[in-house]
């Protein structure tokens, strides 16, 4: 097996082979559990030929992609400027607090009616998620998450030896089905991820499914209490909750209000200020075991001794910007039009069905073709139409998987891209579809 590192480079020689010719993989250095990841499975081979594509001079569109960055979003103006005034301040080169430059963490704590001790800033959603499984993973526990699931979540479960369990999602509408929570419970279970507005399915979850998924959350815990066994916690990763086009997503802090519980939310820059390669994120700490959990995440935080200190002045500038609400909206009417764009378009593609986002920067096809895996698809849609995608098996695990053949599209393209990448699939609906 390849290392990711060594796939994406290209790199001739396989250096990870070469250790462990001749001896058990268990002697590596390398740990074996590691190499087989779920998000190279997101990459997967697609990604790889468009690599090899682009390393060529092939042009694609490049539909796959969920990074407002490589697209017509620009960071609101504040951020670079915030950035920038930190250069000329002196202690923006000093090491900074463990858990976040501490206005910053004042202001997201006022911006979400918290308590700053409670606010964690990390490299990302990724990283203090990352920080966060590694002071609660506890051998022989299982984490549920929905089906499909942004897949390096399932990598880390890997990393620390949990099981990951996946919950259905109704294929029709993908909201989280409650009773399918219910049956994937056990004793060992220890958390519950929700994630609204959605990756990969666009969809932003009702208020209703939000209540039914707290509510059976502290049933659990009201039982396990008579049994010692310990608490549920509920995650909530709220990364896309400024991408929105129609109902803004509920606020479960207000939700979560005096319940048996522990929570987590997480949300950053990333997608909301079209900035992720400046990796800022932050986890807030809610409920019953909030103050146990901030004592070993700031223990967690002390290791790679702070953040960086300059890009989260930046955020704390555009989060003080009068204007980011103007900021938000206007994203999100950009992004709306492209997705109306693309629902008016795909409706009239004969074999093309696609569920209507709500929210987020995705839309999963399902595409009656002649091909029998996405796998496959995806690569005949490269190939023949140059459009990049993801492939759908990659959000799943093996028991959820539906029957379909189905492809994630980011609408994130300008008008004129999408409107070619309709054209081009129609194009390819003709030559492959079963209709
Ligand atoms: C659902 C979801 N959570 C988390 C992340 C990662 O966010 P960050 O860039 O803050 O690490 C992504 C990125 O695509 C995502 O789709």
């Not at 507005?197 to 396990?224: C, F, H």
């Not at 997608?271 to 019953?288: D, E, M, Q, T």
């Not at 001794?305 to 910007?321: H, K, P, R, T, V």
Request: proline fraction near 6%; include cysteine; hydrophobic fraction near 40%.
């Amino acid at each position: 097996m390849k290392s990711t590192f060594h796939l994406l480079s290209g790199n001739s020689k396989d250096k990870s082979s070469e250790i462990c010719k001749g001896h058990m993989v268990t002697k590596s250095i390398a740990r074996n559990e590691i190499r087989n990841c779920k998000t190279l499975g997101l990459l997967g081979e697609i990604f790889l030929l468009s690599m090899k594509m682009k390393k060529e001079g092939t042009p694609f569109l490049p539909l796959q992609l969920g990074d407002p960055a490589h697209f017509d979003f620009p960071p609101i103006p504040s951020f670079k400027e915030g950035i920038l005034k930190a250069l000329d301040n002196p202690l923006s080169f000093a090491y900074g607090n463990p858990q976040g430059y501490p206005p910053l963490l004042e202001k997201i704590a006022e911006l979400e009616g918290v308590d700053p001790s409670y606010v964690f800033i990390g490299n990302g959603v990724s990283d203090i998620m990352d920080k966060i499984m590694n002071v609660t993973a506890v051998k022989g526990t299982n984490i549920l998450f929905p089906a499909p699931v942004f897949p390096p979540y399932l990598d880390l479960n890997k990393k620390n030896s949990i099981e990951s369990r996946l919950y259905h999602c109704d294929l029709h509408t993908w909201q989280p089905d409650i009773a399918s929570i219910e049956s994937k419970i056990d004793d060992s279970t220890s958390m519950i991820l929700v994630n609204s507005p959605n990756n990969p399915t666009g969809a932003v979850y009702s208020e209703e499914t939000m209540v039914a998924i707290i509510d059976l959350a502290e049933q659990i815990n009201q039982k396990r209490r008579l049994l010692t066994i310990p608490p549920l916690c509920l995650i909530f990763d709220a990364i896309y909750s400024e991408h929105y086009f129609d109902d803004k997503p509920v606020d479960v802090k207000k939700l979560l209000h005096n319940k048996e519980l522990t929570w987590i939310l997480l949300n950053g820059a990333s997608k909301s200020f079209n900035v992720p390669g400046l990796r800022l994120g932050y986890a807030i700490l809610g409920g019953v075991e909030r103050d146990a959990l901030r004592e070993v995440l700031y223990n967690e935080c002390i290791l790679p001794l702070c953040m960086n200190s300059i890009f989260q002045e930046g955020y704390l500038a555009a989060l003080l910007d009068p204007t980011v609400e103007n900021y938000f909206r206007e994203n999100r009417a950009k992004l709306k039009k492209r997705r109306d764009l693309m629902l008016n378009g795909l409706g009239q593609i004969p074999g093309i069905s696609v569920v209507k986002p709500e929210g987020a920067f995705y839309m999963v096809l399902e595409m009656a073709t002649e091909f029998t895996n996405d796998r496959e698809l995806g690569i005949a849609l490269l190939t023949e139409e140059k459009i990049c995608t993801s492939q759908m098996s990659a959000f799943f695990d093996k028991e959820t998987l539906p029957d379909s053949t189905s492809l994630r599209l980011a609408i994130l393209p300008t008008e004129e891209v999408l409107e070619d990448a309709l054209f081009r699939l129609s194009r390819f609906m003709q030559k492959h579809g079963n209709t």
